[in-house]
């Protein structure tokens, strides 16, 4: 069964552009989360998606936005860039359905951004 | 607010000695316990979790960890680590009814020769 995959793995970009980062989550995995990773910061939640809506967003500017597809696919778009995005976006899939999500989330490799 | 601290940044200890990684979490609510570990270059995965029942849990890779609610941690230990096990580790809460995860800052384990 293929894991969670993230594309690209690695981009440069400079300030003032945007970038979108695309996530296929693992089949039959309906939720997919994001969460951008920086060192002393630990992992920032970004926002969630189940079946093409956002459930939960975190404390991100509006320029962080996401969308899924019906295939659940998921894509997360970042505008007019500034230094501090330069970062490693993760995304994470899981079985989570209507109710309480218990379970575990699986994690893509990982899309690492330096902004210049 | 829910929040998760790891006390900790890095843990540097001998190969075959006993580690403790530490966790604490602050919530009004019920929650759900995590341990994930990333590898260098590498996404997180799953090394333990605390959902209900028996506070001592036991992952993978000779991991465990155990449920406080009183001292509301969630501590992981292993008893003799292996150069294998240096990595960053995560400890996470998920909120009860909810979808949404807050990780910790990590904890950085350096396993020496």
């Known amino acids: 069964k293929a894991g969670v995959t993230q594309t690209p793995r690695y981009l440069i970009k400079t300030r003032g552009q945007q970038v979108t980062l695309s996530c296929s989550p693992i089949s039959g995995h309906r939720s997919v989360s994001w969460y951008q990773q920086t060192p002393g910061q630990g992992l920032q939640f970004l926002f969630e998606?189940?079946?093409?809506?956002?459930?939960n967003k975190g404390n991100f500017p509006g320029r962080f936005s996401g969308r899924q597809f019906s295939n659940s696919r998921s894509e997360m778009n970042v505008s007019t860039l500034e230094l501090g995005d330069s970062a490693l976006y993760l995304c994470?899939?899981?079985?989570?359905?209507?109710?309480?999500?218990?379970?575990?989330?699986?994690f893509g490799e990982g899309s690492r951004l330096t902004v210049l | 607010a829910q929040s998760v601290t790891q006390l900790d940044s890095q843990v540097p200890v001998f190969e075959e000695a006993p580690v403790e990684l530490r966790c604490n979490y602050s919530s009004s609510v019920s929650v759900y316990l995590f341990w994930y570990v990333q590898y260098p270059n590498q996404g997180l995965q799953l090394l333990l979790k605390y959902l209900s029942g028996s506070t001592l849990v036991k992952g993978i890779n000779g991991f465990e960890a155990e449920f406080n609610k009183s001292q509301t941690s969630f501590h992981l230990r292993k008893p003799s680590v292996h150069i294998s096990d240096t990595a960053e580790y995560f400890c996470a809460v998920s909120l009860s009814g909810t979808y949404k995860y807050i990780f910790g800052t990590g904890t950085r384990l350096k396993v020496l020769a």
């Open positions: 998606y189940f079946s093409e809506t956002q459930r």
């Open positions: 994470a899939s899981s079985l989570a359905g209507d109710r309480t999500n218990t379970g575990e989330l699986f």
